[in-house]
């Protein structure tokens, strides 16, 4: 039963308190600050959560390093084992965990089942991965000036202990993508959920406890970034830090954790190409599913599409008369919704809707949406967008697609490496191999041809460059992100 499995991580009143994790035990917060968690269907409180002292965290960072050193230690098989059997008990709260996202982020059911069937999938890929993970030797004799006699037996370790920072769109699957490379590659991990989604995560982290992470391997430090985040992350027990959110806070994570190696999945405005070859219903629907899907709050989610004025014209036009049968706003719980609920809350809602009245001050048009009821945005289509207004110069997390219009294909080419960020592009076009050429000439993370940006399958190498992000994820790579090399050299006397 749910009910039992979870009974430890809150005081099942009515809402929840939810507790943190020392690495040992459920507790509540010393201070009795909390947050709240607010559901963005209705306004509703889903639970609280701890905010915790500097005191508390200090407790949780030293059982995480104490704990370490044996759980590397215990053979990879038995690892493998615990990080499967997370897997196994995911499935098996499928619907309770599902039920918890579409409340607690206002996920469609539909949304929340694949984010959950995903991550248990996600992590057993990890754990049959990490089986293939070998250290290697090598001798000094292939380098000039040295003779035969030394050889470096180089083993992947530890880094120590991770700490897991993840964003609210993803509650599950980014803290899973996190945990459990972490953990396979020997580290403790230290979870810092998002305010909003961090009920789903205390739940994932509780399923790890159960399926039998060792005491302090695994641990929770609840509370507002603004109010705890410096000092996690700058702790000096951390030895990693692994961060997925917007590109403001990860740059302030990056100045303070100093010299900690890093693992960063940011923001990103994620252009479309749309060359005068393309299909342009294949288009226009990828667009709509890139643009759309989870209200836009995705980092991957189309922000922008560069074409002639008159490919526009028509893709346009095939948008407006696709978008009723895509997309069905509405309350996530309702079968009927397709593709766009509320955003987050309210107040991220307001920022939308300035973003979209700014843009049209200055000149954009909008052809379809634009206005805000609540935390709700209607799908909205800009058209007349110049890539220095904020809506795609910044990171918009919202059902919101603009159209700029470009002279060239060179032209697009310079808007697209001129944007501070560099998560994914898609390039349509019937001819793949121009396609391919002209993808090389963007310097974004992932070229996409014929698909909207999209970080899945999640074994494919997962990254972005300038604000978008650091090092790269994907099954074997974040295994490697989460590890470092260790030669010993072994000299023969002289
Ligand atoms: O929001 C960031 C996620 O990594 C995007 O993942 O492309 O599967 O929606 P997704």
């Known amino acids: 039963m749910p009910a039992d499995f979870f009974s430890d991580i809150s005081n099942q009143q009515t809402p929840p308190q939810y507790r943190y994790f020392d690495g040992s035990t459920w507790k509540p917060g010393s201070s009795g600050k909390t947050a709240d968690v607010i559901s963005p269907i209705d306004g509703s409180v889903v639970g609280t959560t701890p905010i915790l002292t500097q005191e508390e965290i200090d407790g949780v960072m030293a059982a995480a390093s104490a704990a370490q050193s044996a759980w590397e230690l215990t053979p990879l098989n038995k690892r493998v084992g615990v990080v499967h059997l997370a897997a196994d008990w995911i499935r098996h709260y499928l619907d309770y965990l599902v039920a918890l996202l579409v409340r607690e982020v206002g996920k469609s059911a539909e949304e929340a089942k694949s ?14 991965e990490v089986q293939s993970i070998q250290g290697m030797t090598l001798d000094s004799d292939n380098f000039p000036g040295f003779e035969k006699g030394r050889i470096a037996m180089i083993e992947r370790v530890a880094y120590g202990t991770v700490l897991a920072i993840a964003p609210f769109n993803y509650p599950v699957n980014l803290t899973a993508s996190k945990i459990a490379p972490a953990l396979l590659m020997g580290n403790s991990v230290v979870v810092k959920p998002p305010t909003q989604g961090g009920i789903s995560a205390l739940h994932l982290v509780r399923i790890f406890q159960k399926a039998g992470v060792p005491a302090g391997v695994i641990s929770t430090v609840t509370g507002n970034g603004e109010i705890i985040g410096d000092y996690v992350v700058s702790h000096p027990a951390v030895s990693m830090v692994a961060f997925t959110g917007n590109s403001d806070t990860g ?34 629907r990828e667009i709509i599913k890139g643009a759309f899907a989870y209200s836009g709050q995705r980092c991957t989610g189309i922000k922008y599409v560069l074409t002639t004025p008159a490919i526009r014209e028509q893709l346009v036009s095939l948008v407006l008369k696709t978008i009723p049968d895509m997309v069905h706003p509405g309350d996530p719980r309702s079968p009927e919704t397709k593709l766009v609920g509320p955003v987050i809350s309210e107040a991220a809602a307001r920022k939308i809707e300035e973003a979209i009245q700014t843009s049209v001050k200055n000149g954009a048009k909008c052809v379809v949406g634009g206005k805000r ?32 219009d470009v002279a060239s294909f060179d032209e697009a080419v310079a808007i697209i490496n001129r944007s501070s960020y560099g998560l994914q592009a898609s390039v349509f076009t019937k001819d793949e191999g121009s396609g391919l050429v002209f993808g090389k000439k963007l ?12 970080r899945g399958p999640d074994h494919f190498p997962f990254l972005g460059v300038k604000r978008s992000g650091v090092g790269v994820q994907g099954v074997r790579y974040s295994l490697e992100a989460m590890s470092r090399l260790r030669p010993i050299v072994l000299n023969k006397p002289q």
């Open 251 to 284: 740059v302030a994570i990056a100045g303070k954790a100093a010299m900690k190696p890093l693992l960063f999945e940011c923001g990103g405005n994620n252009p479309v190409v749309v060359m005068p070859d393309a299909d342009l219903q294949v288009a226009a």
């Open 115 to 128: 984010e959950i069937i995903r991550t248990a999938d996600l992590i057993d890929y990890f754990a049959d």
């Open 443 to 454: 310097n974004v993370g992932t070229v996409q041809i014929n698909g909207s940006p999209q």
């Open 373 to 404: 009821d609540k935390a709700m945005i209607e799908p909205t289509v800009l058209t007349g967008v110049i890539p220095s207004m904020p809506i795609i110069a910044k990171e918009t997390f919202g059902p919101v697609v603009s159209f700029v």
